[in-house]
């Protein structure tokens, strides 16, 4: 927890909120993996391949502007948060998911918390971190919501991401 808020502050410091860092990970933390990236649906869904199956997960707590969603206008920042997490999430990126207190959500999709296995980078955390999504707690799914409403409000008084560019 102590490293990964130093790493925040570093980037919200140098006022980079469009690096590829912040890490929010131990540098060489390797994790194991449990899936690996097939697609990313938009900036907070992503479908992973778990065990020969392909299963469409919306990462937990977190909530990217629409950019796919029927009936909806395309949102301010939406395609750069979706371009974020595919540039979190390339195709084939071997993840660790790990789960909450609900396993789907009521369009069947897995909850999830996304960790890249390769440097144990926490992807839900990184794109809040950098203003390309509101948190989003959803009972009872909130273990890591103090550190995502914490991330954005660093991320919305430094006007990083969707904080500076849109209304609101």
Known sequence: MVVGMLSVVGVLASGCGTAERPTLAPVDTVMSANASVVDVVDGDTVDLDIDGT????????IDTPETVKPNTPVQCFGPEASARTKALLPVSTPVRLERDAEA??????????????????FVNLVIVAGGYARPFPFEPNTTHAARFADAARAARQAHLGLWGACSG
């Open 54 to 61: 392909v299963e469409r997960v919306r990462l937990i707590g």
């Open 104 to 121: 789907r959500d009521a369009y069947g999709r897995l909850l999830g918390y996304v960790y890249r296995a390769t440097d144990g980078l």
